[in-house]
């Protein structure tokens, strides 16, 4: 378990917090639509104001390249932290210790956004040691934004006492039960596009995990470098030399490779377009799989059912097109189930997985379902995060 300090860890009466969450949301025509990473940070915020500090927050909002932009303000999200919270918030351009100290002791202070200056993305030690002196401690709750290492996310906390927020906790401590120090047999989920998207994932896993079930158009070049023909599917041809080392390594690694024993084949890349189950053999040249089939589904629930923990990242075909959708849901339901009964750890993590899980609507019963996209992929991927890392040995 990584060894850095939380919340409980600090003593916060009196003292400005500088606090850096992820509150990168979606906006139409100046509002929030969608006010789950709000949500999700609130409790570290009112932690703080519980034990007595005053949180002063950094947060970036969208691309603005280093230069002021009105339409990626941060203003725009602050009548979605105040019903959060149930308080006010002071939405401050340009901070500064004086005004942060004569602001009431329970007041929190909402920063605009950290990448309106080139300084932030840059890692600056002058915008890092400007942050600093605006507190006396740092909480980082942003663990969507670890995998950067920028001056409101590593900098500023080399420069004050540091802890981890109540989210940031709850991520590492779920992400330890599942590659860190897990309980065994671990079976991964990785679907999705592109092999080329996650080659170093799939690398780092077969050296981890008991077995690795691959699904999704990766899939297919997997298939493709067992000799298996995928007709016109989505597959990286150039990449089957790859698939096949990736499969050498498991190997001798004695992780298990499941890949789809059968498939739903159609022409057309569309909802409901006339489609077949067939076996890996019968695809033909003008087909494409879009799913995995029902015999492919019962082998991972068999593996589901031996498995004590799951790490998943990536739907098992199309499953934003009906009806292939099936194989993923029918999955991330039997895993599900076996979270409910109290069977199986279960983390999930990245944008299309997420997405995968609310419509198989089971997001619910997983242990936990990772906010983050990009430092989700990278811890996965068994590299180091910045902003975690910069909290550790505090």
Not at 32 to 46: H, M, Q, W
Not at 117 to 122: L, Q
Request: glycine letters at 8%.
């Amino acid at each position: 378990m990584a060894d850095f300090k939380t919340l409980d860890d600090m003593d916060l009466g009196g003292k400005v917090v500088v606090t850096r969450i992820d509150i990168n949301v979606p906006v139409e025509d100046g509002k929030v639509t969608d006010t789950t990473r709000i949500d999700k940070v609130a409790p570290t915020i009112l932690k703080i104001l519980e034990k007595g500090g005053k949180p002063v927050l950094l947060a970036h909002f969208g691309r603005p390249k280093g230069q002021p932009n009105p339409d990626m303000s941060l203003r725009v999200t602050v009548p979605s932290l105040e019903a959060a919270l149930g308080k006010a918030v002071t939405f401050v351009e340009r901070p500064d210790r004086a005004t942060i100290d004569a602001a009431p002791s329970d007041a929190v202070i909402l920063v605009e956004n950290t990448r309106f200056t080139a300084m932030e993305e840059a890692n600056d030690p002058q915008m890092a040691g400007f942050l600093a002196s605006l507190g006396d401690v740092y909480c980082n709750d942003a663990f969507s934004a670890a995998h950067r290492a920028h001056a409101s996310t590593e900098g500023v906390a080399k420069l004050l006492p540091a802890c981890a927020g109540l989210l940031m906790e709850a991520e590492l401590k779920a992400l330890d039960a599942a590659l860190g120090n897990p309980n065994k047999p671990v079976l991964a989920v990785v679907g999705g596009a592109k092999v080329s998207s996650k080659i170093d994932l799939l690398k780092n896993l077969v050296s981890k995990v008991d077995a690795l079930a691959i699904g999704g158009g990766m899939a297919n070049t997997f298939l493709a470098a067992r000799g298996y023909s995928v007709g016109k599917s989505l597959c990286e041809h150039d990449l089957t030399d790859t698939a096949k080392q990736i499969e050498a390594n498991a190997k001798a690694a004695g992780c298990d490779i499941l890949l789809p024993m059968d498939v739903v084949v159609a022409k057309d890349f569309a909802a409901n377009a006339p489609h077949r189950t067939c076996g890996l053999d019968e695809v033909a040249d003008d087909e494409m799989i879009l799913d995995a089939g029902p015999q492919t589904v019962a082998i991972l629930a068999s593996a589901l059912d031996v498995a004590n923990t799951l790490v998943w990242n990536g739907p098992l075909g199309a499953f934003e097109l009906t009806p292939f959708d099936k194989a993923t849901v029918q999955a991330a339901q039997a895993a599900g189930t076996r979270c409910k009964s109290g069977a199986l750890i279960a983390v999930a993590g990245g944008g299309d997985t997420v997405a995968a899980l609310n419509h198989a609507n089971v997001s619910q019963d997983f242990t936990h379902i990772s906010t983050a996209g990009g430092a989700f992929l990278e811890w996965m991927e068994g590299k180091p995060l910045p902003g975690v890392e910069a909290l550790k040995g505090q």
